[in-house]
């Protein structure tokens, strides 16, 4: 059964100290209370003060690829012995959106690894959680995009690292057009589907190929990021994917470049060293120059059950949701303690501290 449409467009949540709007029709944050006066009502979400704003949820760290630059070090072989049941993480949903939790990203490994992913979605939907799924775009054909579309996905995005050279030599040969076809299959059903660009030292290359492509299937938003030294990215063979400029000029460059395709570019500030408006990023935090909201804004749950600030600091585990409620972890002293921390920070990105990284684990 898909999602029944709301008749309430924005939704406002606490988050620190401010309050945030919440579009549910098109995902969009706001510090700014809306004034249209199509917007309808406003209500305010029952939720609780320490509740995470969106929740990163990876039920699986199976794939049917194994990327060069994958942080979860995900593949076809990879085996979780205590992988949470589905009936866990159905409940786990339920959990989130009690609390006041406004979105839920299901990653991976690959989603669309994981047999029970539909009703997942589906179970989200109807809980209120607008539910994003980031694939590789391969395992997408007519049949699973009808499926999800009933089931009431909110977005879905397909990760690219560049052009068709670009792409293949870290995904695999001939991932890149599979890609391009699923992507196809998403917009044929009406779905909200857009690109998660990683960047990559020499990505930029073969960007103008990928967004003609894009164009072509009728793609018009695209989230760009930059690779990190976690996963098999860290390892010394493929110390060649690192380095990417983030640099004002680069901004502008890769922007003007799609504009020319008509396609949006989004730069994630916690990779650009920018303000949010100033490259197109739907920032969570509720200050402009603050950190990138692990542990704050967002949360990160393991297929183990392990809840972590980020899947980028896999070493600060603050509980594990097979021995406790979310919000008990998210509002216990282990989060206390990395909170703390993370406010001595001044890092952009919470995982590049190191007095972060060293914070309380199991």
Not at 251 to 273: A, C, E, K, Y
Request: with cysteine; glycine share 8%; net charge negative.
């Amino acid at each position: 059964m898909p999602q029944k449409e709301s008749p309430v467009e924005w939704t406002c949540r606490k988050a620190g100290t401010c309050d945030i709007y919440y579009n549910h029709r098109t995902g969009k944050f706001s510090q700014s209370r809306p004034t249209s006066e199509s917007t309808g009502d406003i209500i305010e979400v029952p939720h609780s003060p320490a509740a995470p704003l969106r929740v990163y949820l990876d039920p699986t760290y199976r794939c049917n690829l194994s990327c060069r630059h994958c942080m979860t070090n995900s593949s076809a072989s990879h085996h979780t012995p205590d992988q949470l049941p589905e009936e866990r993480v159905l409940s786990i949903l339920a959990e989130l959106a009690d609390i006041g939790v406004l979105e839920v990203a299901i990653t991976g490994g690959e989603p669309l690894c994981y047999p029970r992913i539909v009703p997942l979605v589906n179970h989200a939907a109807q809980l209120g959680l607008n539910c994003i799924l980031t694939t590789n775009g391969v395992l997408i054909n007519e049949h699973i995009a009808a499926q999800l579309k009933r089931a009431g996905i909110f977005e879905m995005k397909v990760s690219f690292e560049g052009g068709r050279a670009q792409n293949d030599s870290i995904r695999g040969v001939g991932i890149y057009d599979r890609a391009l076809g699923g992507l196809r299959c998403l917009k044929d059903q009406g779905i909200n589907a857009s690109v998660r660009l990683t960047l990559h030292r020499g990505s930029e290359n073969g960007l103008e190929g990928l967004f003609s492509d894009l164009a072509e299937v009728n793609v018009t938003k695209v989230k760009a990021a930059v690779v990190k030294p976690i996963g098999r990215a860290a390892l010394p063979e493929n110390g060649n994917l690192l380095g990417f400029e983030a640099s004002q000029k680069t901004v502008d460059r890769i922007r003007d470049m799609g504009l020319h395709h008509g396609i949006t570019i989004h730069f994630s500030s916690d990779d650009f060293p920018f303000p949010p408006e100033a490259i197109n990023d739907n920032k969570l935090r509720s200050q402009e120059g603050c950190n990138c909201g692990a542990g704050f804004e967002t949360a990160y749950i393991s297929p183990s059950g392990d809840v972590m600030p980020c899947s980028s600091i896999p070493d600060v585990i603050l509980g594990n949701i097979a021995e406790a409620n979310f919000l008990a972890i998210w509002d216990g002293e282990r989060t206390r303690q990395y909170r703390q921390a993370a406010e001595r920070c001044t890092k952009q990105r919470l995982c590049c501290c190191q007095d972060i990284r060293g914070g309380p684990s199991q």
